[in-house]
Structure formats: C-alpha cells, structure tokens
C-alpha cells in the first residue's frame, strides 16, 4: 500500500498506517507554522502601530560609555578607583562593563559593577585606558581616557609640567596653580619637555601665576626647574624667577632672580628668609635659547647634616652655599610664584623673561639632581 505524505490526503484516504511518530512531527509542525504566522501578525501589527514609524520596534539604542578615574596622575603604587556611573542607557540598562587598561583592544576586566580599582601597571608611562559598556541587548559603547603613571619619587610634593592652562590647574603630583589677574602676559611654549610657561616682558606683576603656600610649609626643601631665557634682560633690572611671599608685599620669604646691571658683577642669585645669597653664576653665563636646570635648596637644620644652609645648583653642579641661612617665618596667607615676583599693586617689574618648565619641589633638601633628564 502506498504510504500518505500528509494528515488531510491520509484521513480523506482512510489510510491507517500512520505511525505514532508521524503523528507527533506533523502536530509539532503545525504549531511551529501557526506560531510563525502569529509571531508575523505580531511584527507586522507591531510595524504598523506606531505613529508610522515602522522601525521603533525594532530599534535598540546603543549605550553611551563614560568613566572618571581617581587619581588621573599617579605613583606605580597608587591604586586608581575607576567610576563608570556616568554610563548610560537611553532605553534599557548597561549589564556589562569591559575595561582595557593598556589601550591594546584586549580587555583585561569584565565587572558588572560600575566600579573598579586596580593597581593596574608598575611600569611608568602614559595609558590609555578603554571602557566598553554592554546593554541587555547586547550592543556597546566604548570610550577612551588618559592615565599618566608615573615612578615612586619620595618627598617630591609638587610637580608642575606647564603644559598649558589645563596643566596648570592640573598639577601631576600636589597642589594645582592658577592665574591671578591677567593670563595675556603669559604663553606656554617650547621648555624643555614640551611645553613651559614663558613670561616675557615689563608689566605689572600683579598679574601673576601662583600656587598655595602650602608648598612651603617645610624647614628644609628643594624648588627645581629648567629654565630658557627667550627674552631681554634690562640693564638694572634682570629676571625674576620665583617667589614665595605675601601676596601684594615687596618683600618675599624665598626668591630667585638674576640681576644685570649696567656694570660691575651680576648675578643669579637666592634669597631666603632675607638672607640673600650670591651665585658663581654670572648673568653673562646663562646663553639665550638654551635649557639650564636650576634648584634651590635649603635646610634650617643645616643641608645633609652639613653646616651648609643654602644652596644653588645649576646642570646638576654646587654652583653657590651659605651657611647664614634666618630661620623663616610661615605666614598661612603667602603665595609662590612662578616665572614673577609679588609686589605692590601696579608696580611694573621685569618677569622670567623666558621659558620655566617642569617645576617640582620636594620636602627635603635634595643634592643629586642626576635624575633631572627624566621628565
Ligand atoms: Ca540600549
Ligand atoms: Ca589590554
Ligand atoms: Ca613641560
């Protein structure tokens, strides 16, 4: 007998061999086929019903990904605390955060949380830092953040870079600087790792670049720097370098400057807590356009045991000592400046009259400076 291919064709035959199993597939057939129809009504229904947007049904909207991380800057030992709550979904949720800590396109981390800390690297450098955030329905969005790491540096509380105006107010290690009165005085350009902060000119050094005075609260330190004369330095007046004061006061409790004159000797020189201390450094000595690295250091107690109180370095080498050193007095209200002085309003003075870069201080009264050719 022949065998039937279908239900209808074997009961309109009255065909009884039929199989059990038969019977099963072609019941489960014709479920599946109706459940596709209803589900095609669905869609259809669906595609139609919705202001005549036939797509809105269909569509998920991707995830917008967004990070901070605390510290942005930070020693190899630091442990940085990313925060991804910034993320969002505009039509469901983020289930998934991916995070790629070397910006090499391999994640390294996959947390449902929207917090993670980590030391991630103990190698020094620049990072780029990648998260990829996951919505339910599977689709990603992905952003991109800078981290600097950079190496353990042991009393080093200050460490500028002037890049820019955001550097400034970004200070890599310790407290931030900013402008006081105008910035038209000043530029960021070439220093010696990129850019510095160049202050060229005659005018009134109420308009200043500052950072808290908290930087000077210790008995003994060290103010480093380079620094590129770019500019003309006045017969009589010379370059103010740094200072540390009240602010508004022509007396200062730290300062650096280097003095021209119309004749006789000139020089760099440093001042501490008004005892004011000359250098084998003539004004003649410092070439125009090219890089010096100068520090200032001091200790009340005497510097690395020794009856020294004072010191100036230049390039690394012991350039001028003291060992008259006042002890100072911290006034809470005094500023340092950098690439000026402070003085009396509206007291024009001559300022750095070229380029400093790199500023770092540190709380001890540091002598080798070989280390200087790392940024
Ligand atoms: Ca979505
Ligand atoms: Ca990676
Ligand atoms: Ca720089």
């Known amino acids: 007998m022949k065998r039937c291919l279908c239900l209808a064709t074997l009961i309109l035959a009255g065909c009884s061999a039929l199989s059990a199993a038969d019977i099963i597939r072609s019941r489960t057939r014709s479920m599946v086929e109706r459940n596709i129809a209803a589900i095609t009504n669905s869609i259809v229904k669906q595609n139609t019903n919705t202001n005549g947007n036939s797509t809105t049904n269909q569509t998920n909207m ?3 990904a967004a990070f901070t991380v605390s510290p942005t800057n930070g020693a190899t030992n630091a442990v940085f605390a990313f925060n991804a709550s910034s993320s969002f979904d505009p039509d469901g949720t983020i289930v998934s955060n991916y995070w790629d800590f070397n910006g090499d396109g391999l994640f390294e981390v996959k947390v449902a949380s929207n917090t993670y800390a980590t030391n991630f690297t103990n190698a020094a450098g620049t990072y780029a830092v990648v998260l ?3 919505d339910s329905a599977g689709a990603y969005g992905i952003t991109t953040n800078q981290v600097m790491v950079y190496a353990v540096n042991p009393g080093l509380i200050l460490w500028n870079k002037l890049e820019s105006a955001a550097s400034l107010s970004n200070s890599v290690v310790g407290a931030n600087g900013w402008f006081t009165g105008s910035s038209s005085n000043y530029s960021f350009t070439g220093g010696k790792y990129n850019n510095g902060l160049q202050a060229v000119g005659f005018f ?6 500052v950072f808290p005075g908290s930087v000077m609260s210790n008995r003994k330190q060290c103010i480093e720097f380079w620094y590129k004369k770019t500019g003309t330095w006045q017969a009589g007046a010379g370059a103010n370098l ?9 007396s200062y409790n730290i300062d650096a ?7 006789g000797v000139h020089l760099l020189e440093f001042s501490y807590a008004g005892t004011v201390m000359g250098t084998s450094v ?4 410092i070439v125009s356009n090219q890089n010096y690295h100068m520090a200032f250091v001091w200790d009340e107690d005497g510097i690395g045991g020794g009856s020294d109180k004072m010191r100036v370095y230049i390039d690394g080498v012991l350039v001028g000592s003291t060992n008259t050193a006042n002890a100072r007095t911290i006034v809470t ?3 340092f400046v950098v690439g000026d002085i402070h003085a009396v309003s509206g007291w024009p003075e001559w300022c750095a009259q070229g380029v400093i870069d790199n500023l770092k201080i540190f709380n001890y009264a540091k002598t080798d400076f070989s280390d200087r050719f790392t940024e």
């Open 62 to 64: 991707w995830p917008t």
């Open 132 to 134: 990829k955030v996951i």
């Open 204 to 209: 009134d050094c109420s308009n200043k670049v």
């Open 242 to 250: 740094i200072c540390y004061g009240i602010p508004g006061s022509p």
């Open 257 to 263: 400057h280097i003095l021209t004159g119309y004749s």
């Open 282 to 285: 003539h004004d003649t000595d």
């Open 333 to 335: 209200n005094q500023q």
